[in-house]
């Protein structure tokens, strides 16, 4: 179980810093993905807003079982921490594309609510 949870928690914080590179700059929320006036940068930032909530959520269930030392339900966390770390890749590769179409009047709205969702993921961990 110790080293389960360790796997886990090491593929975690992985996840964490690696989704990290996606930050840029301020505050947003579940319901306020920003619209850009390109289609494929609000699709993006939808994606990533479902992305964020859905890890927030699998956050407080491995928080839950961790604290309730559930071996069963640590390990069946174990194989949806891949699945994240996989998303997590995918997004950074759209990322860096994305950027790039980002409007330069539309910079730091993207760059705030970029940060804003990191800030999300990371009170997920407290």
Request: aromatic residues 10%.
């Amino acid at each position: 179980m110790n080293s389960l949870s360790s796997t886990l928690r090491r593929r975690l914080v992985l996840l964490c810093c690696s989704l990290a590179f996606l930050a840029f700059a301020g505050l947003a929320h579940a319901d306020d993905t920003p619209s850009f006036s390109d289609p494929a940068v609000t699709q993006f930032a939808k994606d990533y807003n479902d992305f964020v909530s859905q890890y927030v959520a699998f956050m407080k269930d491995y928080m839950a079982a961790a604290n309730a030392n559930d071996a069963a339900k640590l390990q069946a966390i174990a194989a949806k921490a891949q699945d994240f770390q996989t998303k997590g890749t995918d997004l950074q590769t759209k990322a860096a594309a994305i950027q790039g179409k980002v409007k330069p009047e539309e910079a730091q709205k993207f760059a705030d609510y970029m940060e804003a969702c990191v800030k999300r993921m990371t009170d997920g961990l407290k």
